[in-house]
C-alpha cells in the first residue's frame, strides 16, 4: 500500500474527489491536500503542497487537477526532481511511466470524464519504469540542471 497525495483547485474538486473514492477502492492510503470544498481558489497553492510532499517523500506519488490541467502542470514541473505528466489518454498515461519516470499525475478536470479519468489513473499507477537508456536521459536532465542550463 503507497501514499499518493492529492490537490486540486475548483476546477478540478468533482473529479479530485471521485479519484479518492477510486483510490481507496485500488487500496491506495490518499493524503488529501485540499480543497475541501468546490469554491474557488488559486491553482498554485494546491499544486505546491503536493510537489513538496513528493520530493521530500511523504508520499509515493502525487496527483494534482485543475480545470485544464495546464496550471497544475506549470506549477509542479518547476520544482527540481518532479516529473508531471499531463493526460487526457491512456497511451500517454503508459508511456509517461515507462519513459519517463512520471511522479506527478496532472489531468484536467474541465477536459476529460471521470470514467476515463479513472483508467488514467489505473495505468499510470500499475505502470513500472523502464530504466535503461530513460534513465540515463533523465539523468541527463538533472545534470543539466546543477550546470543551470535549465
Ligand atoms: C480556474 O478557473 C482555471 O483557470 C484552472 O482550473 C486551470 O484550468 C488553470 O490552468
Avoid at 503507497?2 to 493524503?31: A, M, P, Q, R
Avoid at 519516470?101 to 496532472?106: A, E, K, V
Avoid at 476515463?116 to 535503461?132: C, D, R
Amino acid at each position: 500500500m503507497n501514499l499518493i497525495g492529492i490537490s486540486s483547485d475548483h476546477g478540478g474538486f468533482d473529479l479530485k474527489t471521485d479519484i479518492i473514492l477510486l483510490l481507496n477502492e485500488l487500496g491506495h492510503e490518499v493524503n488529501d491536500m485540499g480543497p475541501d470544498n468546490s469554491k474557488s481558489v488559486d491553482y498554485p497553492d494546491y499544486g505546491v503542497s503536493v510537489a513538496q510532499a513528493v520530493i521530500s517523500k511523504n508520499v509515493f506519488r502525487g496527483i494534482v487537477i485543475c480545470g485544464t490541467g495546464i496550471g497544475m502542470s506549470i506549477v509542479v514541473n518547476r520544482f527540481s526532481g518532479i516529473r508531471g505528466a499531463l493526460c487526457s489518454d491512456l497511451y500517454t498515461a503508459k508511456l509517461c511511466r515507462e519513459h519517463n519516470d512520471s511522479n506527478i499525475l496532472i489531468m484536467g478536470g474541465r477536459v476529460i470524464g471521470h470514467g476515463l479519468a479513472k483508467e488514467i489513473v489505473k495505468v499510470w499507477l500499475s505502470t513500472p519504469f523502464e530504466g535503461g537508456r530513460h534513465q540515463k536521459r533523465i539523468d541527463k536532465i538533472n545534470y543539466l540542471e546543477k550546470l543551470k542550463k535549465i
